[in-house]
């Protein structure tokens, strides 16, 4: 318990915890550098079920994408037992490579009645922060005792805590918001398909799609509706997906009123983006829903422990996956989607996320939005002219 809360203070995060509490798993990366410490609570008779229970461990815990971020992993498994396996079993302690695409070592620590204060010391060294001298002087038993009870508390008391912060972040708000845009969204292209098809340019034109000589000779009312426009089935399908599952996350998260802000500015600014930077007729949620995604990261950038305990790693993989297919498919307009995403980005700086709040920042960059929409606009009228 000493050992753990000590890891805890020094900012180092729970990601497993066994239901006997003798097994303890924390993560902490700095400099690109990812330590992954398991504290176990064992005694073992023979150093080859010690060997057994590392490798053991080790491919479980490399199956777990999500804690295997950062350039460099080193693994650190630290025994804590009153004996020692009766057999030789220092070769175990030893640094060693682990075979993975990434670099990846293991170090053992076996902290026994006679050496404890000198693998602690051992283990303390390899690590920045810890107080190598954490473990040189326990108290009596019955101290040790009264201590290890109140740091059993103190520990799963901050746990609570962690877990509660975790429900109310992603509870803040009600999915509504997001069913009403699927719905108007999946409305309006029936109706265009049966006025004359989706695919058709001209109706597409005629229903609002974002048609850079119409914007400027004064429609601009196109910049908003060509968010609502779709062409093609596939199209509306893969944009409502993902309008699905981005939105209600990101709803939840920011509440109905931020995520109105934040979905309808990143179109605008991605609509705009799309105006400045492609000639030919666009239509699509695409800006909006990429704003979403710059919601997201937003929403990383203050809560990265639950950012990338949840989402963060597979969320930055999208991201660069869309980015990527569009920069190498002509027909994708990559300025409304990079435009919605730094929009949605910026947008969730204006509003912040609920009970945060920096008002010169939020002020800034609302005047830095507007100052970026209106240089993009006049780059547009000024290609098409």
């Given at each position: 318990m000493k050992v753990l809360?000590?890891?805890?203070?020094?900012?180092?995060?729970?990601?497993?915890?066994?239901?006997?509490?003798?097994?303890?798993?924390?993560?902490?990366?700095?400099?690109?550098?990812?330590?992954?410490?398991?504290?176990?609570?064992?005694?073992?008779?023979?150093?080859?079920?010690?060997?057994?229970?590392?490798?053991?461990r080790i491919s479980t815990i490399l199956r777990q994408r999500q804690l295997l971020s950062g350039k460099n992993i080193h693994f650190h498994f630290v025994y804590i037992s009153d004996l020692v396996p009766v057999d030789d079993w220092e070769n175990l302690k030893k640094t060693r490579p682990i075979r993975h695409n990434k670099s990846v070592d293991l170090t053992v620590y076996y902290l026994d009645q006679e050496s404890r204060g000198e693998e602690w010391e051992r283990f303390s060294n390899q690590l920045e922060g810890l107080n190598s001298e954490l473990l040189n002087q326990l108290?009596?038993?019955?101290?040790?005792?009264?201590?290890?009870?109140?740091?059993?508390?103190?520990?799963?008391?901050?746990?609570?805590?962690?877990?509660?912060?975790?429900?109310?972040?992603?509870?803040?708000?009600?999915t509504r918001l997001?069913?009403?845009?699927?719905?108007?969204?999946?409305?309006?292209?029936?109706?265009?398909?049966?006025?004359?098809?989706?695919?058709?340019?001209?109706?597409?034109?005629?229903?609002?799609?974002?048609?850079?000589p119409y914007i400027a000779d004064g429609e601009y009312w196109r910049i908003v509706t060509s968010m609502f426009l779709h062409i093609g089935i596939l199209h509306l399908i893969m944009n409502m997906i993902a309008l699905y599952y981005l939105g209600d996350l990101t709803e939840k998260i920011y509440g109905t009123k931020r995520f109105f802000f934040i979905y309808f500015l990143a179109g605008i600014f991605g609509s705009v983006a799309s105006f400045a930077t492609n000639d030919s007729v666009a239509a699509g949620a695409s800006g909006a829903i990429f704003g979403l995604f710059g919601a997201l990261l937003f929403f990383g950038l203050h809560y990265r422990e639950i950012f990338f305990k949840t989402m963060g790693i597979n969320l930055i993989i999208v991201i660069g996956i869309n980015i990527l297919f569009g920069l190498s498919v002509p027909q994708i307009d990559n300025g409304a989607h990079i435009g919605g995403l730094i929009g949605g980005f910026m947008a969730s700086q204006v509003v912040h996320l609920p009970k945060k709040k920096s008002p010169i920042i939020q002020i800034i960059t609302g005047v830095i939005i507007l100052v970026t929409i209106v240089i993009m606009f006049t780059l547009g009228l000024g290609k098409v002219k």
């Amino acid at each position: 318990m000493k050992v753990l809360n000590h890891l805890l203070e020094n900012q180092y995060r729970l990601v497993y915890k066994s239901e006997e509490r003798d097994e303890y798993i924390l993560q902490k990366i700095e400099k690109k550098h990812n330590h992954i410490i398991r504290l176990m609570h064992r005694t073992y008779d023979w150093s080859n079920q010690m060997t057994r229970d590392v490798e053991q461990r080790i491919s479980t815990i490399l199956r777990q994408r999500q804690l295997l971020s950062g350039k460099n992993i080193h693994f650190h498994f630290v025994y804590i037992s009153d004996l020692v396996p009766v057999d030789d079993w220092e070769n175990l302690k030893k640094t060693r490579p682990i075979r993975h695409n990434k670099s990846v070592d293991l170090t053992v620590y076996y902290l026994d009645q006679e050496s404890r204060g000198e693998e602690w010391e051992r283990f303390s060294n390899q690590l920045e922060g810890l107080n190598s001298e954490l473990l040189n002087q326990l108290p009596s038993t019955e101290e040790q005792e009264r201590q290890s009870i109140y740091l059993e508390q103190k520990i799963h008391a901050n746990l609570f805590k962690k877990q509660k912060e975790f429900e109310r972040v992603f509870s803040f708000g009600k999915t509504r918001l997001t069913f009403l845009l699927l719905a108007i969204n999946v409305f309006i292209f029936m109706l265009i398909e049966n006025s004359g098809g989706s695919t058709n340019v001209q109706n597409l034109v005629d229903w609002g799609a974002k048609y850079n000589p119409y914007i400027a000779d004064g429609e601009y009312w196109r910049i908003v509706t060509s968010m609502f426009l779709h062409i093609g089935i596939l199209h509306l399908i893969m944009n409502m997906i993902a309008l699905y599952y981005l939105g209600d996350l990101t709803e939840k998260i920011y509440g109905t009123k931020r995520f109105f802000f934040i979905y309808f500015l990143a179109g605008i600014f991605g609509s705009v983006a799309s105006f400045a930077t492609n000639d030919s007729v666009a239509a699509g949620a695409s800006g909006a829903i990429f704003g979403l995604f710059g919601a997201l990261l937003f929403f990383g950038l203050h809560y990265r422990e639950i950012f990338f305990k949840t989402m963060g790693i597979n969320l930055i993989i999208v991201i660069g996956i869309n980015i990527l297919f569009g920069l190498s498919v002509p027909q994708i307009d990559n300025g409304a989607h990079i435009g919605g995403l730094i929009g949605g980005f910026m947008a969730s700086q204006v509003v912040h996320l609920p009970k945060k709040k920096s008002p010169i920042i939020q002020i800034i960059t609302g005047v830095i939005i507007l100052v970026t929409i209106v240089i993009m606009f006049t780059l547009g009228l000024g290609k098409v002219k």
